[in-house]
């Protein structure tokens, strides 16, 4: 019997003192907010604002384009008398036609074959027409049976006395053309430089090139209404809607452009 209790009792003592493994550490508690907290993130800078990139497209250029003064309507219920030579009738007929569609009243007298100093006198009457119509206007076409005078300088008085004749009403002397294959000793020239405050149409510049009828001295049917018409437009670019009297023109008259 005690032979059998010692070896049990070694075997007691010995399992007792064996030496024993430390416990691993224990997990961290579920409940600790600590464990979740997301580990912290760098600041987030603002970006520097972008500056735009300079523009290589260069300014716009101003106009160099000179802007065309718009035609005025005519003035209706108004007087336009016309008077002159045989070029005032060929001028004078499709005028009148084109100003009365405007409500403008034209009124046409002239004398075939007439010199200035004639109308300058009694003879042809200026005088009386200015009295009896009391235009607001008057247009004069004088000259071209005068082209070829040696001395045009001598009808400087007698167009200055047309001039005073006509008074203080606006008005505008047009230029018979230049015919091709005619002297022209300068009479034009004579014309221009004595009708101020008139005004001088060059009937070269707003309707060139004008075919002449079988005479030479007169255009063509169809070309006194394209004279007609260029004249019609000059009043009509050239007239000042804002002057005192209605038929008042700007003080800088241009070539009205082509249609």
């Given amino acids: ?72 309507p005519l003035p209706a219920d108004t007087t336009v008398l016309v008077v002159g030579s045989s070029t005032a009738a060929a001028l004078g007929h499709d005028l009148k036609r084109e100003l009365g569609a405007r409500g403008v009243r034209c009124i046409l007298r002239n004398k075939d074959a007439s010199y200035i100093p004639e109308w300058a006198g009694d003879r042809l009457r200026l005088r009386d027409y200015i009295r009896e119509y009391n235009p607001d206007l008057v247009i004069v076409s004088l000259g071209g049976n005068e082209v070829a005078m040696p001395d045009p300088s001598v009808r400087a008085e007698p167009i200055r006395k047309i001039v005073e004749i006509i008074g203080n009403r606006p008005c505008v002397w047009v230029g018979t053309p230049r015919w091709k294959g005619l002297p022209h000793t300068g009479i034009l020239d004579v014309i221009q430089q004595n009708i101020a405050p008139c005004l001088f149409v060059d009937s070269d510049l707003i309707a060139p090139n004008l075919i002449p009828w079988v005479d030479g001295i007169h255009p063509t049917i169809p070309e006194r209404r394209r004279w007609a018409r260029r004249m019609l437009q000059w009043l009509e670019y050239n007239r000042d809607p804002g002057g005192e009297r209605p038929w008042d023109f700007k003080k800088t008259p241009i070539i009205p452009p082509e249609p």
């Fill in 1 to 72: 019997m005690r032979a059998l209790l010692l070896p049990l009792m070694a075997c007691v003592l010995g399992c007792g003192s064996a030496p024993t493994t430390p416990p691993a550490s224990a997990p961290a508690a579920r409940n600790d907010p600590a464990a979740f907290r997301e580990p912290p993130q760098p600041p987030i800078s603002e970006p520097e604002p972008t500056q735009p990139e300079p523009s290589h497209q260069s300014a716009p250029e101003p106009s160099t384009e000179t802007a065309v003064p718009s035609a005025a």
